[in-house]
């Protein structure tokens, strides 16, 4: 029996809401929270005091685990609100199950379905006012969970912290993408933590990262560890590319599942286009730009939603994709989806979760 589904979420609200400071025209990415967040406790191998809280700092010893050894993971996902007021929110339960096989891998305990989508939906509802109506804003969502127990052997906590923060965004990135094929450092390798969303995957990306916007890219395209001739994903997206009616997407268990990669596929072979999830080699890739068969490229993800890639620095040398505003399925399946999320269009594959 699922344990949470007779754990009651304990409200406090908070006595002053922060909305009227909070300037919708102007939000930057992650920088501005919402009233409440959700915060359990694992301890004694159970879920227990499951509350929603105002938004507030934590105290913690200075030995808590997750500091020392890393056990923590994240998710992200978006609420949207309807132009009738309704919000929604996205494909929850992929990311519960995501979140889950990254718990699994880091030794950590499931969140139970109640505690992380029931414990959403009453957070979203409570801070609803917090959610975004203008087109390409909307409610960031980050649940997370770290190991707490204040002990330095190296073992696996015993106890954890799950808590739901969110926040009001606009875009992640505001121009089409230059991004840079890593071919020194490596992301991920076969066996590693490369396709769990934990927080180490992210710290070891910010050096490199630094190092080629100091050449003037945005971001990396990780490679694959062993040759590193395999292109994998972006360092906060994973990417596609068209080839006449095909989309491509690079496939292994070293790069993050997307939920926004796998729901682009899904819509791609709905509309009757192939799509191939397999490995894809930088040479292919290359060879492609320059003889012109690759007419889009683009990262796919939930902060980063559908950005256009339209230079890549590959050995020295820059490689440059088609327009932007002439890529015909890039463009078609981003207003589709906006469609869709902002409730315009009949809700054809289920994927909106009303929050009511
Ligand atoms: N790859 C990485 C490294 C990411 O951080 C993200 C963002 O979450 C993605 C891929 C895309 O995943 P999703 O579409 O589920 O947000
Ligand atoms: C997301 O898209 O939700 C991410 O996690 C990417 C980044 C902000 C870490």
């Given at each position: 029996m699922n344990e949470a589904a007779t754990t009651a979420i304990r409200v406090e609200q908070t006595r002053q809401s922060k909305l009227p400071q909070v300037d919708f025209n102007n939000l930057k990415f992650g920088q501005t929270f919402s009233d409440h967040m959700l915060v359990a406790d694992?301890?004694?191998?159970?879920?227990t005091d499951v509350s929603i809280v105002?938004?507030?700092?934590?105290?913690?010893?200075?030995?808590?685990?997750a500091l020392h050894y890393g056990q923590a993971i994240f998710e992200g996902m978006k609420a949207y609100r309807f132009a009738n007021g309704t919000v929604s929110l996205f494909r929850p339960h992929k990311n519960l199950e995501r979140f889950n096989k990254?718990?699994?891998r880091l030794e950590m305990p499931e969140v139970p379905e109640d505690i992380f989508i029931g414990g959403l939906k009453t957070l979203i509802d409570l801070d609803r006012d917090w959610v975004p109506g203008a087109e390409g804003s909307s409610l960031y969502i980050r649940p997370f969970m770290f190991g707490t127990e204040p002990a330095l052997g190296v073992h696996p906590s015993d106890s954890y912290k799950f808590i739901v923060i969110t926040s009001p965004v606009g875009a992640y990135y505001h121009k089409s993408l230059?991004?840079?094929v890593e071919t020194h450092f490596t992301r991920a390798a076969e066996g590693g933590v490369g396709f769990s969303k934990n927080a180490g995957n992210y710290a070891l990306s910010l050096h490199p990262t630094r190092l080629a916007q100091q050449e003037g890219f945005d971001q990396l395209i990780w490679t694959d560890a062993n040759e590193h001739k395999y292109v994998e994903e972006a360092g906060t997206a994973n990417l596609l590319f068209r080839v006449g009616d095909t989309?491509?997407?690079?496939?292994?268990?070293?790069?993050?599942?997307?939920i926004t990669r796998r729901t682009i596929i899904e819509i791609a072979r709905h509309w009757g286009y192939q799509a191939e999830e397999r490995k894809v080699s930088v040479k292919e890739l290359i060879d492609g730009i320059e003889d012109g068969s690759v007419t889009e490229a683009f990262a796919a993800g939930t902060a980063a939603t559908l950005t256009?890639?339209?230079?890549?620095?590959?050995e020295g040398r820059i490689y440059t994709l088609p327009d932007p505003a002439k890529r015909v399925f890039s463009n078609k399946v981003l207003q589709y989806l906006n469609?869709?999320?902002y409730g315009r269009i009949d809700d054809e594959f289920g994927w909106n979760l009303i929050v009511d």
């Open positions: 694992y301890v004694d191998g159970h879920w105002p938004y507030g700092n934590l105290s913690l010893s200075p030995a808590t685990s990254s718990a699994l230059r991004l840079k989309i491509i997407t690079p496939s292994s268990d070293t790069i993050l599942h997307g256009p890639i339209t230079e890549i620095g590959y469609d869709l999320r």
